[in-house]
């Protein structure tokens, strides 16, 4: 079974520092996509970042970007000079080679003024 | 606003009531997904359309539940016989397959919250 694999029930960082959010998963697949999407407090689903795992470049979105270590299946993601819009929930996911969605159990980010 | 659209957001229903839920996706979008999340959990699959055949359920989509999407346009989800383990966020997402293949990107709607009393 694939599995996504979320350490970090809950993380706070104060607001302009850099935090990194971990995940890992498990699949025998060889074509698979990875995710990071953010639900803020009674809002939508927004996508952050993807990543092809064919793709040895780390994705970079601005302020965001993932380390991915696909020998150790791990997909981290790093948020730089953090805002207090960046409060929210964090899922990781992966399609690991159909189309739906596997997700992790979430990371609740809180950014402190 | 041509994002994804669920109706209503809000549900509150007695055990063993029907009820129905409708996601319009953006609108050139062909697939469209069904999820369910429960407190503290992340979104579990539930099925998936492209256009209007549905391609894949998951086993946590029990016989009370039901999805269509008739003309490949907006979807309903309608779960009968309603049980307190029903309550729950549902989502609805859509996507449009990238050009040159691989997994597209899924655009989620705001979801419809239900509570079984």
């Known amino acids: 079974a694939q599995t996504v694999t979320q350490s970090q029930p809950e993380m706070s960082v104060q607001e302009a520092e850099t935090v990194t959010l971990s995940c890992t998963y498990d699949?025998?697949?060889?074509?698979?996509?990875l995710f990071w999407y953010k639900q803020p407090p009674s809002r939508q689903m927004i996508l952050v970042i993807r990543?092809?795992?064919?793709?040895?470049q780390n994705a970079t979105e601005n302020r965001f970007s993932v380390n991915f270590q696909k020998a150790a299946k791990s997909f981290s993601l790093k948020i730089s000079d953090s805002q207090l819009g960046d409060t929210a929930m964090y899922f990781c996911?992966?399609?690991?080679?159909?189309?739906?969605?596997?997700f992790g159990t979430g990371t609740r980010l809180t950014i402190i003024p | 606003d041509t994002g994804v659209s669920q109706n209503p957001r809000h549900k509150i229903t007695k055990r063993g009531q029907n009820v129905t839920f409708r996601c319009d996706p953006i609108s050139e979008h062909n697939r469209l997904y069904w999820y369910r999340q429960t407190l503290g959990q992340g979104p579990e699959f539930l099925t998936y359309?492209?256009?209007?055949?549905?391609?894949?359920k998951s086993r946590l989509l029990s016989d009370r539940f039901s999805a269509e999407r008739p003309k490949g346009s907006f979807s309903t989800l309608e779960i009968q016989r309603t049980e307190q383990g029903d309550s729950a966020m549902y989502l609805c997402?859509?996507?449009?397959?990238?050009?040159?293949?691989?997994?597209?990107?899924?655009?989620f709607g705001p979801g419809t919250r239900l509570t079984v009393l």
């Open positions: 990543q092809e795992a064919y793709k040895q």
């Open positions: 359309f492209q256009n209007e055949a549905q391609l894949e």
């Open positions: 699949t025998s697949e060889s074509n698979y996509y």
């Open positions: 997402a859509s996507s449009l397959p990238r050009s040159g293949g691989g997994t597209d990107t899924q655009y």
């Open positions: 996911a992966s399609a690991f080679g159909n189309e739906k969605l596997t």
